[in-house]
Structure formats: C-alpha cells, structure tokens
C-alpha cells in the first residue's frame, strides 16, 4: 500500500501524481526503502525506513544511505515546478556535510529549491532522525532535459 501524500491545493493532483509514479516505480528507492511522504511547489519530504541491512559496521546508518536518500528526497521538489516531468533529470553536483549519527531511527529528508534556472535547478536538503536529531545536509544541482 502506498504511503498517503500531502498535495499542495495549487498543484494539479496529476502532476503529483506522476512525481508519486516516477520515485515509487524506480528500483533503487524501492530497495533502500524510501517513501514520498509530501510534495509541494519547490518542496518535497522523503523518508528511509531504517533496518540494521542499512547500517556500517560501527553500528549506524551508512553515510551512502543517507546520501542517497538526500539525491532522491529532491525529486519531488525539483519535478513539482515542471509542467510535466522531464525526459531526463540528473544530478550535476551534490556537497554533502554529515552533521550527526542516525542510530536505529529511520531518517527524513526535506528538499526544496533554492533557484529554478532554464536547465539547472538548485536544491537544498536537510535530513533528520525521527526524534528531530539534524545527521546531514545536502546542496544539490540538477539538470533537466525537457
């Protein structure tokens, strides 16, 4: 069952819609146990479900995890300004500052859009612990092929 999504009035449902398609039907998210939770205009929330396949050997969740979660989490922000989703977006370039350890805590990420350009698209991530403990920020820049 998929999880139910927050949908900004402005947005049209469709465009939400098929922003809920593109990240649910893609394998990678799928297998690291990602869920939409919210999409709004420039501004998307995304959670990692922990379990212990998720963490490094010192006993935490892998930093790759969480970076992928941040490079994912964007999606939704960036799809969300698009008159419908693009032939391809990808990522150009993505700093990520660790902040904090994530410990058997499933982790969310809350992307929005910092500048909209005609092919690049700015995005800035912050991820935290269910219980509100900040483990990572992410500054991101897409390309998008319309």
Same mark, same amino acid.
């Given at each position: 069952?998929? %999880?139910? $999504?927050k949908?900004? @009035?402005?947005? @049209?449902?469709?465009?939400v819609?098929? $922003? ?6 893609a @394998? /990678?998210? *799928?297998? &690291? ?10 501004y998307?929330?995304? #959670?990692?479900? /922990? #379990? %212990?396949?998720?963490n490094?050997?010192?006993?935490i969740?892998? !930093?790759?995890? $969480?970076?992928? &979660?941040i ?6 922000? =960036?799809f969300? !300004?698009?008159? *419908? @989703?693009p032939?391809?977006?990808?990522? &150009?370039?993505?700093?990520?500052? /660790?902040?904090?350890?994530? $410990? ?11 500048? #909209? !350009? #005609?092919?690049?698209?700015? =995005? ?6 269910d219980? !509100? *403990? ?5 500054? =991101?820049? /897409?390309?998008?092929?319309?």
């Amino acid at each position: 069952m998929q %999880p139910a $999504i927050k949908q900004d @009035p402005v947005m @049209p449902a469709a465009i939400v819609e098929a $922003i809920r398609q593109t990240v649910n039907s893609a @394998p /990678y998210p *799928k297998l &690291l146990g990602m869920e939409m939770e919210e999409i709004r205009q420039d501004y998307s929330r995304m #959670r990692l479900r /922990y #379990r %212990p396949e998720l963490n490094q050997p010192a006993g935490i969740v892998h !930093g790759g995890a $969480i970076a992928s &979660l941040i490079d994912t989490a964007v999606v939704g922000a =960036l799809f969300s !300004g698009l008159e *419908k @989703p693009p032939r391809r977006a990808v990522t &150009l370039d993505m700093h990520i500052h /660790y902040l904090d350890a994530a $410990i058997e805590e499933d982790v969310i990420a809350e992307a929005t859009v910092r500048r #909209r !350009g #005609r092919s690049v698209v700015f =995005l800035s991530v912050d991820a935290t612990t269910d219980s !509100g *403990k900040a483990v990572a920020h992410g500054e =991101l820049s /897409y390309r998008v092929i319309v």
